[in-house]
């Protein structure tokens, strides 16, 4: 929805857009992807935006495996991270150290940035503060995409993560690979394969002999399987996974012709810091 919502920016501003997901299968390279040289595609691309969700405060780690298909040959890149919580500590080293691997692949690193969007994980919004935030994307896009094509702007350059964020990163990363293996698949399961075409790094199958999905070792902790099901029929025991799931069309839709709470209301306390500084801003 962000990156979306950025590639309007740009397109109102006349540059040509074409938005890779991450869940088209990363490896190898697909073949809409590659292009030839001189094309626009983003193999060839002159500028290119990267968006990663913030996940364990890093970017996930398909990511960095996107990264090693990449030759940047001195193009511009702007990366763009978004979060649940905001450009607060410890997120805000969540994108040194894609920069300095895209850089090392030869990228001209030339703008960052961190929007925020509400929550899948961990820490519910209210559904008043999810509106704030869903409200207040386009004119951040709008603002970001006019920023990336400004050639005055360069980098915030922040600080490397330390070796201790490094680790916790790293250990969320390893066990989360595993995180489907904990999944449950109840019986309002359709078999109807969402789930396989859906996840990003391909982890779910579904055999003919088993009339349900199998998970993988190969998760990236994303929830889509979970909040993206139509029949909500995946299931987890964990408490960061909301039960009832996230469902942005309907907040959209339950808040149309009304206001939300006052900020000061719906994002009270430490945990919103940068949420509120962000919608302040
Ligand atoms: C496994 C996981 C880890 C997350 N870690 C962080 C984090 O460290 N900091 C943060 O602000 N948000 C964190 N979030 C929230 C996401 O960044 C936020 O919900 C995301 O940007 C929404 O994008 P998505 O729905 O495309 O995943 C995490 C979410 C998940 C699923
Ligand atoms: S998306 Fe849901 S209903 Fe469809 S196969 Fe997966 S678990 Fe079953
Ligand atoms: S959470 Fe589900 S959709 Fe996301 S990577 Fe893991 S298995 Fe795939």
Known sequence: MAARAVGEGLKRRH??????PLSVPLYPVPDEAKGTPGDE?????????????????????????????????GRRMGVISVSGGGEVWPNNQCREVCCRKLEEKGFNVVYEKMLIMPPNFITPAKAD??????????????????????S????????????FMRFI????????????????????????????????????SLLPEKLKPVYGKNCALCMRCIYGCPTKAITSCMPVVFKEGLNLKKIIADFEGKQPEPLEKCARG???KGVKKYLQE
């Open 15 to 20: 540059v040509m857009v074409s938005l890779i």
């Open 41 to 73: 595609t983003p193999q060839h691309a002159p500028k290119l935006l990267l968006f990663f969700p913030v996940y364990a405060m890093d970017a996930p780690w398909p990511v960095y495996e996107w990264i090693e298909t990449l030759e940047g040959e």
């Open 129 to 150: 503060l999810s509106i704030w935030l869903l409200r207040a994307l386009p004119e951040k896009a709008d603002k970001t995409a006019a920023e990336f094509l400004d």
């Open 152 to 163: 005055r702007l360069s980098r915030i350059r922040g600080k490397m993560p330390s070796r």
């Open 169 to 204: 990163s790293n250990m969320e990363t390893v066990r989360g690979k595993g995180f489907g293996k904990l999944f449950k698949i109840n019986q309002e399961c359709t078999a109807c394969g969402w789930c396989v075409k859906n996840c990003p790094t391909g982890n779910i």
């Open 270 to 272: 430490i945990i919103w």
